[in-house]
């Protein structure tokens, strides 16, 4: 397949930050929530509680406030694509709770933070919607300080299969992204220096009532149709309704959506080099 070919299947940046500006996170976020207390449990693997954390795609920042609640003297910050959410993040903030350190991150650019300067940093569900993602990893790896770590959720390609076999009996234009399978997401930390990484994979069931319950939900969270090769315009009436009747109704009515959740962690290795220069350790160098 022609690289202009592939590119239809990767996200665009610039319509993916404005459907994050456009985003209104809802109280209740089901499937953030979910994979979070997933990717939460595996933060029992750390051996030392860190001092510096990185909440990588924080939104709302409530995912940030468990961080600071459950690593108490540590300094976290919260880093996302979109002012708006970071702005929201601010405004649903308690009187009580400490002010949030926030930062907005621009996609194409390097993370604003001086090199070994974070022991964690954690992304949940950011991956997916990037066509950038080995050049992010290779950033994470970069901020974190020796044996730093590195945990992340992510979708497989089996997310949100219902919807898309729904639209496929439609048309033949994209509608969701091309998400990347566990084995995948390994060889990209391993490509951007990150060592040791550990993957699992877990098939959720998310229960909603009706379809437009899940399509709000997606496009409150910003999860719409970012792709290069979308199809242009809005979504007519009729072709809703047609995408309401394939898509199948568990037995309460409602409908169910597959989230194929991809985790995993790894930890901070060789940064990756730039094209023409190769990075050695010292200590593996054998005198004859």
Not at 190 to 210: C, K, L, Q, W
Not at 245 to 261: I, Q, R, S
Request: aromatic share 6%; net charge negative.
């Amino acid at each position: 397949m022609e690289s202009s070919e592939l590119q239809q299947f990767e996200p665009s940046e610039k319509l993916l930050k404005k459907a994050m500006n456009r985003a209104v996170a809802p109280a209740a976020q089901t499937i953030l929530d979910a994979v979070a207390e997933r990717l939460f449990e595996r933060l029992d693997l750390l051996k030392a509680a860190p001092s510096r954390v990185i909440d990588l795609g924080t939104g709302d920042a409530r995912h940030l406030a468990q961080l600071q609640m459950r690593f108490k003297n540590a300094s976290v910050v919260g880093v996302d694509l979109s002012l708006a959410r970071l702005q929201h993040a601010l405004l649903r903030r308690r009187f009580w709770q400490k002010r949030p350190l926030l930062v907005c991150l621009d996609a194409d650019k390097p993370l604003p933070f001086a090199k070994n300067s974070f022991d964690l940093v954690l992304s949940n569900m950011m991956l997916p919607w990037l066509c950038c993602a080995e050049d992010l990893v290779a950033e994470i790896n970069r901020v974190l300080v020796r044996d730093g770590a590195y945990f992340l959720s992510s979708a497989g390609p089996d997310t949100l299969i219902e919807l898309r076999q729904a639209w496929a009996k439609i048309d033949d234009s994209q509608h969701i992204n091309m998400f990347l399978d566990m084995h995948d997401v390994g060889d990209l930390m391993v490509r951007s220096g990150m060592a040791d990484p550990v993957m699992d994979t877990e098939r959720i069931t998310v229960t909603y009532s009706s379809l437009d319950k899940l399509l709000d939900e997606l496009t409150a969270l910003g999860f719409i149709n970012v792709l290069n090769g979308r199809r242009r315009g809005l979504t007519a009436l009729s072709v809703r309704q047609r995408l309401e009747a394939h898509y199948p109704k568990n037995n309460d009515g409602g409908v169910d959506a597959t989230l194929e959740l991809v985790t995993a962690h790894g930890w901070s290795g060789v940064p990756k080099a730039p094209p023409g220069e190769y990075h050695f350790d010292i200590d593996q160098l054998k005198l004859r």
